[in-house]
């Protein structure tokens, strides 16, 4: 009986080393982008100042979030880990992190729990980042399904962690082959959660945003920052629909191809809920350089995250990723300059004029406090 049980846990964790690689590939490989849908950011027209009455080598790009300083309001947004690619990339964005000051988050860490062999692959952050401000990660499907407090415990003590983020992706888990679509009693679970640990909470999403509705919620069960990861990037919807084909699951990629662009544009999102509640959001979702990142610290996000474009350099070289990190720091300085910001205080403070479908469907939504 015990060599049964050895050998299916073998076989679960050789499934989630598959699903993970897979994670991996086909961002890389395949078309898994929006189709229709945008971020909206387009539709946030900035106004050109041509007296900005500043150097830019005097730009400072510094901020505080949750209790830390950074050089930049910039987060490696979550992605990856439990194999041997992902410690690769773990490893080369560590050292980014460590580098240039980012926030980093790791990609779920529920593998590490099923195999002490695939740790290393989240705990390499730690290893080649010892100052990051690294954030943990877990699924809210496996919170609500009765992940224990000794798990998150591990989790965070995996990599060291500063702070934990919960992910809820329940388009992913509804399209998953192997999905887990089950989050009744997870608001519960969260709050529960913030008050076990002493470490900040973070909810994110991971392509389909966060209404108002929910920001409000999340607020009251006592977190500390909520990532709104809206749509208009990277389709989860579209990465699964892919694998659901693999898996020959016909309703699995029915389902993908129908909500491939489901979710909130990013831009909405964030003015959305800076509207509701008072705690810091990051800005993630589609963010592809410096001007979006600008864009959003205007439209109320403390912070700004990005993981597919970190991750495409992070699959090429060191290099390559060394040059994308200059770069969004150069596009973000250069937005700032051209807007007259001295720093990122100044920056949130300066005019914008919002526009066509952005303008509407800010203008049309009505906030209900009750709904679920």
């Known amino acids: 009986m015990d060599s049964d049980n050895h050998t299916l846990a073998e076989k679960e964790v050789e499934m989630i080393k598959k699903r993970k690689k897979e994670g991996i590939d086909i961002p890389l490989n395949e078309k898994v982008q929006g189709k229709e849908t945008t971020t909206l950011l387009e539709d946030v027209y900035l106004i050109h100042n041509a007296l900005p009455e500043i150097n830019i080598e ?3 790009l510094n901020t505080v979030f949750l209790g830390r300083t950074f050089s930049a309001p910039i ?6 880990g439990g194999t041997d690619e992902a410690l690769l990339i773990n490893k080369r964005l560590g050292q980014i992190a460590e580098k240039y000051g980012f926030a980093m988050g790791l990609g779920s860490q529920r593998a590490g729990l099923k195999s002490d062999k695939l740790v290393k692959s989240y705990s390499v952050a730690r290893s080649i980042a010892p100052n990051a401000f690294l954030i943990a990660n877990i699924g809210g499907a496996q919170l ?12 965070i003590k995996m990599i060291d962690a500063d702070a934990l983020a919960i992910h809820l992706n329940p388009l992913q888990e509804l399209i998953q082959p192997e999905g887990e679509p089950h989050f009744k009693g997870i608001l519960q679970k969260i709050t529960s959660l913030v008050n076990d640990i002493e470490i900040p909470v973070i909810v994110k999403e991971v392509g389909s945003g966060i209404s108002p ?21 990277t389709s989860w919807a579209g990465i699964e629909k892919i694998r659901a084909d693999s898996a ?29 509640v008072d705690i810091p959001l990051i800005a993630s979702g589609g963010l592809r350089n410096g001007l979006e990142i600008a864009k959003c610290l205007m439209l109320g996000a403390k912070m700004c995250a990005m993981a597919f474009p970190f991750l495409k350099r992070a699959a090429k070289s060191e ?29 949130v403070n300066t005019r914008y004029i919002l526009k066509d479908k952005l303008a ?9 406090r009750n709904k679920n």
Do not use: H
């Open 58 to 60: 005097d730009i400072k």
């Open 248 to 276: 020959k699951s016909y309703i699995k990629s029915n389902l993908g191809n129908l909500f491939w662009d489901w979710g909130i544009p990013t831009a909405l999102c964030v003015l959305l809920a800076s509207k509701y």
């Open 75 to 80: 987060i490696i947004d979550s992605m990856t």
């Open 319 to 347: 290099d390559e990723l060394d040059k994308f990190a200059q770069l969004i720091l150069a596009q973000l300085r250069g937005t700032m300059f051209l807007l007259g910001s001295s720093d990122i205080d100044s920056l």
């Open 144 to 155: 609500a399904e009765g992940l224990s407090k000794n798990d998150v415990k591990q989790i």
């Open 360 to 368: 509407s469907m800010l203008n049309s939504y009505e906030f209900r």
């Open 213 to 233: 509705e929910v920001a409000v919620k999340l607020q009251g069960a006592g977190i500390r920052a909520i990532n709104m990861a809206g749509s208009g990037g």
